[in-house]
C-alpha cells in the first residue's frame, strides 16, 4: 500500500468501511451534488444598469464601515484623474522614491497613468509577464493598482484572480491599494461569486479583499495597515451615468 | 498516572492565576462582552436562520465520507503540481517539516497563525535545526516576543494590556515606548515586513480546504497570512483532516459562519485560495507548495460515534468568548492549544482523558457553548461523556474506572434519595451538623474531611432550613384555598 493507501486505510476503518477497499466520489455522489447555480447565473446576466447603480450604492455604504473609499468615475478619463489624485495625495512609507505598480490589463493600460505624472518624479511599474524584477518594483512601490474580475455590494469586497500579467502582490506589497471595476462585474451578494467560481473553477489562486489590512490584537484596538495596504479605494466606472454624479476632481484629494 | 497528577495540579494552579490576573481579566470581559454577545445577537437575528443547520449537515456529511473527501483534495493538488504528505502522528508532521526545510536550505520561517502548529510542537523542531522560526499575526508576535503562549485561539495575546506590550516593543524591538496601538501596530509592521521579504519559508494552517477544486482557503485581518503564502520560496500548510469541504458550495457556508462567529465579519479583510505552486507564467506565489494533512489522533475520534460531532468545529472560537468558565479562568489553564470549552472537549481526546480529564470537571454544563456555536456542536452532551469515560471507565480511551471510595459514595446516595423516609431523616442531620460550618456570610467556606476539597475554590450554599418539598406543600395549601390563579413561582 502506498502512503495515501496507508493514510485512508484507518480513516475507513473509522468510518466503518473495509480498510482496504478505496471508496470513490461516485459512492457519496450526494455529497459533491450542489444543485445548479444556473438561476443565480441567469440573474446575474439579466441584470439591468439601474440595478447595478443601485448594487454600486449598496457597496459604498458598506465599504465605508470597513474604510474602504468607493468612487464612481464616468469614463477611464475620469477615473485616470482620481486615481492619480490618490496617488498624490499618499506619500510613501518603505522608500524615498515615488513608484506605483500596476496590473497589466487593458483598463489600467488605458488610463495611461505615466502621461498623469510625467514630470512629477512618480514612477509607473506594469508587471509584464517577461520582467523578472516584479517582485522589488513592487516592493518598492507604494500604491498598486489592480482589477478585480469582480466585486460583491453585501460585503464590499473585491475577488481578485491572480496569475500572469496580475500578481498577487500589487495588492499586498503597496500601502495604498487601489482597484479598478467596471459597474458590470458588480455582483449582489457572495453567493453569486461562489455561483460563478463554481461554473468556472479558476486553475489560479484567487482571492477576496474587503477593505485595508486592519488588526485589533492589542486590547481590542482596531488599527488599519497591519501587514497589507493600510489604505484601499475602489475606483467603479460607469459609463452610463450621468456627468454629474462623476468624478471631477472635487477635491477629495489635494492636488500637488 | 504520574501525568495526570502533574496536570490536575496545573489547571487548578493556573485557573487561580487566571483569576487573580486583574490584566487578563479586563481582556476576558472585553472579549465576552463584544464578541460573545454579539454572536448570540447575530444568530437571533440573522435573515437566513437554517444556515446554522444546513452547514452543520454538510460537516458531519463531509466526515461521513472523509476517505474519499481526501483522496480527491490530494490528487487535486496533486494535479496542481503540489506536495502532498500523509502524517500519522505529530512527529510524522514535524520530521517532514524539517525535511523541506533542510532540503531548501531554508534558514528562516515565517509563520501565520496555526494551531495545529502548537498541536505538533512545530517551532521547537525547526528552531533544534537552527532554523529562524517568526510568527507574523501581531498577536502571536506578541506571544512570541514575550516568551509567552496564546490564551484565546483568536485574539492570542487578550492576556496582555497595552501597558504590557508596549514594554515588551520597546525593549525587544529598540523603539521608544508607547502603549498606543497604531503606534505599536506599526512598529510590529516595520519589524515583520523585513522578516517576510527575506523568509525562504512560510507555513500556515488551513482553515478549510475544497477537495473538489483542491484549494486550501485561509483567512486573515491582517495580511500576514497573505505574505507568507505569496513571498517565500516555498509555502507548506498544515492541516487536520478534519477541515475539509467537500465542494465550494459548501465553503461558503462554512466561511460565513467562520467569520460572523469569529469576529462578527461578514467576511475577513482577506480571503485567500491556493493550492500548488506558481504556475508558468505567474509572477508570484511560491515555487513549492506542500499540504500536510494531520491524523494523530483524529481518526480515533472519527471512530468513535459519541465523539465525532466535535470533529464539525470550524474553530471560530465563539464559544470561549461566552463560557463562564473560560471568562474567569482565561486560556492558560487548559493547557492546551485549543482552550475553552471546545478545548476541553478536543484536549483530552486528542491528548489523552486520563491527563486533561480535570478539563471537562472544570466546566459548568451551562449550555452556553452550545447556544452560540455556529454548527450547534453539542459541547456539554460531550463533556458529560467524557466525564463518563472517566467515572466508569473505557479501555478503548485508557480511562479505568474512577476511586471506587466515590462509586461507592454515590450508590449510597442513590439508594439514600430512593428512600423518602431516609431521605428526609438524612437531611434534618445533616442540617443539624452543618451549623458549626456556616460563616458570617450565610455559606459554608469549609467543610471537614473529604468533603474540604468540595470547598477549597468555591462556598457552597447551606441546606435550607426548611425543605423545598416542605416549603412547596405549605404553599400549594396556601394556594389551593385561595384558587388556583394565584399559584406563583415564589
Known amino acids: 500500500m502506498d502512503e495515501k493507501g496507508a493514510f485512508l486505510a484507518p480513516i475507513r476503518k473509522a468510518l466503518g468501511y473495509p480498510q482496504e477497499e478505496v471508496r470513490t466520489a461516485g459512492e457519496c455522489r450526494r455529497l459533491f451534488d450542489c444543485g445548479d447555480e444556473g438561476d443565480i447565473v441567469d440573474r446575474i446576466k439579466y441584470r439591468t444598469h439601474v440595478e447595478k447603480q443601485s448594487l454600486l450604492k449598496r457597496m459604498t455604504e458598506n465599504a465605508a464601515p470597513l474604510n474602504l473609499g468607493v468612487h464612481p468615475a464616468s469614463s477611464l478619463a475620469a477615473a485616470a484623474d482620481l486615481i492619480s489624485d490618490i496617488v498624490r495625495a499618499a506619500s510613501p512609507e518603505f522608500s524615498d522614491t515615488r513608484q506605483i505598480i500596476q496590473h497589466d490589463v487593458d483598463d489600467i493600460a488605458s488610463l495611461q497613468l505615466w502621461k498623469k505624472f510625467a514630470g512629477k518624479a512618480v514612477t509607473v511599474h506594469t508587471t509584464y509577464q517577461a520582467d523578472m524584477a516584479v517582485r522589488e518594483k513592487a516592493i518598492a512601490s507604494y500604491v498598486g493598482i489592480t482589477a478585480p474580475r469582480w466585486a460583491i455590494a453585501d460585503s464590499a469586497t473585491i475577488v481578485e484572480i491572480t496569475g500572469a500579467g496580475r500578481p498577487r502582490s500589487t495588492s499586498l506589497l503597496p500601502s495604498v491599494h487601489i482597484a479598478l471595476l467596471r459597474i458590470e462585474h458588480l455582483l449582489a451578494e457572495l453567493g453569486e461569486v461562489y455561483a460563478l467560481l463554481r461554473r468556472t473553477p479558476p486553475q489560479e489562486s484567487f482571492l477576496f479583499i474587503s477593505g485595508p489590512s486592519k488588526t485589533a490584537d492589542i486590547e481590542a484596538h482596531m488599527v488599519h495597515g497591519a501587514h497589507g495596504p493600510r489604505e484601499m479605494h475602489l475606483v467603479v466606472i460607469d459609463e452610463r451615468m450621468t456627468a454629474d454624479t462623476s468624478y471631477q476632481g472635487s477635491g477629495l484629494f489635494p492636488a500637488e | ?490
Open chain 2, 1 to 490: 498516572m504520574k501525568m495526570s497528577e502533574a496536570e490536575k495540579i496545573a489547571y487548578r494552579r493556573d485557573a487561580r492565576r487566571g483569576i487573580d490576573d486583574e490584566c487578563l481579566q479586563g481582556g476576558l470581559q472585553r472579549i465576552q462582552n463584544h464578541f460573545g454577545k454579539g454572536a448570540m445577537r447575530y444568530w437571533g437575528e440573522m435573515a437566513d436562520d437554517g444556515l446554522r443547520d444546513r452547514v452543520k449537515h454538510s460537516r458531519m456529511e463531509t466526515l461521513e465520507n472523509l476517505d474519499v473527501v481526501l483522496a480527491m483534495l490530494a490528487d487535486n493538488i496533486e494535479e496542481a503540481g503540489g506536495h502532498v504528505y500523509y502524517a500519522r502522528t505529530a512527529e510524522d508532521a514535524t520530521d517532514y517539516c524539517r525535511r523541506v526545510a533542510k532540503k531548501n536550505e531554508v534558514s528562516s520561517v515565517i509563520k501565520g497563525k496555526s494551531m495545529i502548529s502548537a498541536e505538533i510542537g512545530l517551532d521547537a523542531a525547526l528552531e533544534a535545526e537552527g532554523i529562524a522560526v517568526t510568527e507574523t499575526d501581531l498577536g502571536e508576535f506578541v506571544i512570541q516576543l514575550a516568551e509567552d503562549k496564546p490564551s484565546h485561539i483568536i485574539a492570542p495575546c487578550i492576556h496582555l494590556d497595552r501597558q504590557r506590550i508596549g514594554r515588551l516593543f520597546q525593549e525587544k524591538l529598540d523603539i521608544p515606548y508607547s502603549d498606543e496601538p497604531p503606534v505599536l501596530t506599526q512598529a510590529a509592521r516595520r519589524a515583520l515586513r523585513k522578516i517576510m521579504l527575506e523568509a525562504d519559508m512560510g507555513i500556515t494552517g488551513c482553515n478549510f480546504a475544497v477537495a473538489e477544486t483542491g484549494k486550501i482557503s485561509l483567512v486573515s485581518n491582517e495580511g500576514n497570512i497573505r505574505m507568507s503564502t505569496t513571498m517565500p520560496r516555498i509555502h507548506l500548510a498544515l492541516m487536520g483532516i478534519e477541515r475539509t469541504a467537500a465542494t465550494m458550495s459548501d465553503h461558503q457556508g462554512m466561511l460565513q459562519l467562520l467569520t460572523r462567529g469569529a469576529t462578527l465579519q461578514k467576511l475577513s479583510t482577506y480571503v485567500s485560495f491556493v493550492g500548488g505552486p506558481r504556475r508558468p507564467g505567474d509572477p508570484d506565489g511560491p515555487e513549492e507548495f506542500h499540504l500536510v494533512m494531520i491524523d494523530n489522533g483524529r481518526s480515533r475520534i472519527l471512530a468513535d460515534q459519541e465523539f465525532r460531532e466535535v470533529l464539525a468545529c470550524i474553530r471560530c472560537g465563539a464559544c470561549l468568548n461566552i463560557c463562564p468558565v473560560y471568562g474567569k479562568i482565561g486560556g492558560h489553564a487548559y493547557n492546551s492549544p485549543y482552550p475553552g470549552p471546545i478545548g476541553a472537549v478536543v484536549s483530552p481526546l486528542l491528548f489523552g482523558i486520563n491527563r486533561y480529564a480535570d478539563l471537562c470537571k472544570g466546566e459548568s454544563l451551562c449550555g452556553a457553548c452550545l447556544d452560540v456555536c455556529p454548527v450547534k456542536i453539542d459541547l456539554p452532551r460531550l463533556l458529560l461523556a467524557l466525564r463518563r469515560k472517566l467515572a466508569y471507565g473505557d479501555p478503548a480511551w485508557q480511562t479505568r474506572k474512577h476511586k471506587r471510595t466515590e462509586a461507592m459514595v454515590f450508590r449510597l446516595w442513590r439508594a439514600l434519595i430512593a428512600s423518602g423516609p431516609l431521605y428526609r431523616l438524612a437531611l434534618r442531620c445533616a442540617g443539624i451538623l452543618q451549623k458549626p460550618f456556616i460563616s458570617e456570610t450565610g455559606m459554608i467556606k469549609k467543610m471537614a474531611g473529604p468533603a474540604s476539597a468540595w470547598t477549597r475554590d468555591r462556598d457552597l450554599p447551606p441546606l435550607a432550613s426548611e425543605p423545598f418539598s416542605g416549603r412547596w406543600k405549605k404553599k400549594y395549601r396556601q394556594a389551593a384555598a385561595k384558587g388556583p390563579s394565584e399559584v406563583d413561582n415564589g
